[in-house]
């Protein structure tokens, strides 16, 4: 490692680090791949692409990509001007203006990744297409990449699709939950409409700037296809953008993985992918088996007729998403309602409200990793974001959803968009309950238990939350979070403790 830095410097080992993905300090061909294609802009064809185009008959399917780049206004660091931030830092973003192929032809079997295994053909029934590699207790894949590494398998045809976006996807994130999964959402004698979620990032730098990571909070969509998968008739990947923010953004500032980093968030109006039609043979024979040409006497292509498809079986898209975010979150196997909706519902069920305040997502992969304040310089990079380490830890732990379930209505919001409701005045009720929220938040995540008239009885923030789990139980001194020796896990019982005491608190508002 000195050889190394006295040789290469601090940022020539900062690159030659980024490709040595075994760490060995040797770089091996395909660790050096990435550099050889840079230089001599020749991609080679990856053995399981060389499988897929062996099917001189098989069909194609035709895909266009839509982009509307990120709203730099919608930046918290843009309420300051970009102060203090380099424009070589931004420079990766800021040029993405367009995708990279505005349309791309595919075959229609390379979608065969998106089939469901056989135990899994039952409606709503998840399966990963990629499996999630991490959790809580593996940690995080390294920052201090620029290329990402070959895909294999079933990653092919996604790397493939979301290369259309950018040419530098990562379709394994850094922070869990990472992959793809789906479910069946209707069902035919031939034909599947699978839904899907995929968590994919973006490397927007390059050489010699440091790494730019570019996460939209999940890739959506959809696809029909035959049950052989030699057919497509439709296909839709995009990244919902009904929320006011939805892509997470993390930047380094130094040649090393404990540099400093930057985080924000911002909105991303439209990134999606989109079928022209169904796929169509690449080859047309007639019916002695003889190649006819695709067009007709007029020059004008063929046209196909496709038969119409009957569902046997379907269930709303809704379902099937909801499905496919329980399996991404275990924590949401109970409802987190919107934010006025969940007090509308307490105040008929007779129950509080149990609410989380954030300034990113917490059911995206669009959460910031970091728990400094945004309106700071940046602060060392291995600290996890609060609401990761919540959702991936306590809420999804059986207790907390039993008595969540029991006596809670659950709701989360983005703190910009109670904002916008606190302003709002058409409401002067939903304003009130939106200014009564704020009062009590502190970055980077509240956690917020009140009546349903939206009267606050209990907070804690999550990083005070995180600090004293992570203390001995003799050291805490505060009674209401006391430990139970009833679970093995601190945090799940400070959470439960927390959760009693807002019980316990409301006890005369709840019986009045």
């Known amino acids: 490692q000195e050889l190394a830095l006295k040789s290469l410097g601090n940022e020539g080992l900062f690159l030659f680090s ?15 791949k990435p550099i050889a294609e840079k230089l001599t802009g020749v991609s080679p064809i990856s053995e399981s692409e060389e499988e897929e185009t062996l099917d001189p008959d098989g069909e194609t399917l035709s895909v266009v990509a839509k982009f509307q780049p990120l709203v730099m206004e919608t930046m918290t660091k843009s309420k300051d001007g970009f102060l203090g ?53 593996t940690g995080y894949l390294s920052n201090n990449r620029f290329y990402p590494p070959p895909p294999k398998g079933k990653e092919v045809i996604i790397h493939k699709l979301l290369s259309m976006f950018h040419p530098r996807p990562f379709v394994k994130t850094r922070f869990a939950p990472q992959g793809a999964v789906a479910c069946i959402q209707a069902s035919s004698s031939f034909y599947y409409t699978i839904a899907f979620r995929i ?25 029909v296809l035959s049950k052989d998968s030699s057919h497509v008739r439709d296909f839709r ?9 939805n892509v997470d953004m993390e930047w380094l500032y130094g040649a090393s993985e404990s540099s400093n980093m930057e985080v924000d968030i911002g909105y991303l109006p439209q990134m999606e992918l989109e079928s022209t039609g169904p796929s169509i043979p690449a080859v047309i024979h007639d019916e002695n088996g003889n190649v006819i040409d695709s067009r007709d006497p007029s020059g004008e292509p063929i046209q196909f007729v496709f038969e119409e498809i009957t569902w046997q079986q379907e269930i709303p898209w809704e379902e099937a ?24 519902r307490a105040k008929a069920e007779k129950k509080l409200v149990h609410s989380i305040l954030l300034w990113g997502a917490l059911d995206d992969h669009a959460v910031p990793v970091t728990s400094g304040n945004p309106a700071k310089p940046p602060v060392p990079l291995p600290v996890p974001g609060s609401g990761r380490t919540l959702r991936e830890t306590v809420l999804e732990s059986s207790p907390i959803l039993a008595l969540l379930n029991e006596s809670f209505v659950s709701s989360w919001s983005l703190v910009k968009e109670l904002e916008e409701l606190q302003s709002n005045r058409e409401n002067e009720f ?34 005070y939350f995180l600090d004293i789990t992570s203390m001995k139980p003799e050291d805490v001194e505060s009674s209401i979070f006391s430990f ?21 608190r409301a006890k005369p508002y709840l019986q009045s």
């Open 484 to 504: 139970s020796t009833n679970f093995e896990d601190p945090s799940t019982a400070t959470y439960l403790q927390f959760l009693k005491e807002g019980l316990q």
């Open 430 to 463: 939903y304003s009130k309950l939106a200014e009564l929220h704020l009062e009590k938040y502190n970055f980077p995540v509240e956690m917020i238990i009140c009546l349903p008239n939206g009267t606050v009885i209990h907070h804690i923030n999550a990083n």
């Open 18 to 32: 980024s490709l040595d993905t075994n760490k060995d300090l040797y770089l091996s061909p395909e660790e050096f």
């Open 237 to 245: 990947l995009f990244v919902p953008n009904s929320r006011s923010l």
């Open 321 to 344: 998403a909801r499905k496919l975010e329980v399996a991404m979150y275990p924590f949401k196997k109970i409802s987190y309602l919107p934010f006025t909706e969940a007090f509308e």
């Open 199 to 223: 968590h994919a990032e973006f490397q927007l730098n390059e050489p010699p700037n440091f790494p730019f990571w570019f996460s939209p909070g999940q890739f959506t969509g959809y696809i």
């Open 85 to 137: 931030i380099s424009h070589v830092a931004l420079s990766g973003l800021r040029n993405w203006t367009a995708p990279a192929a505005p349309m791309s032809v595919l075959l229609a079997r390379q979608f065969k990744a998106f089939l469901p295994p056989k135990n899994k053909v039952d409606l709503g029934d998840p399966w990963w297409i990629i499996p999630s590699e991490l959790n809580i207790f």
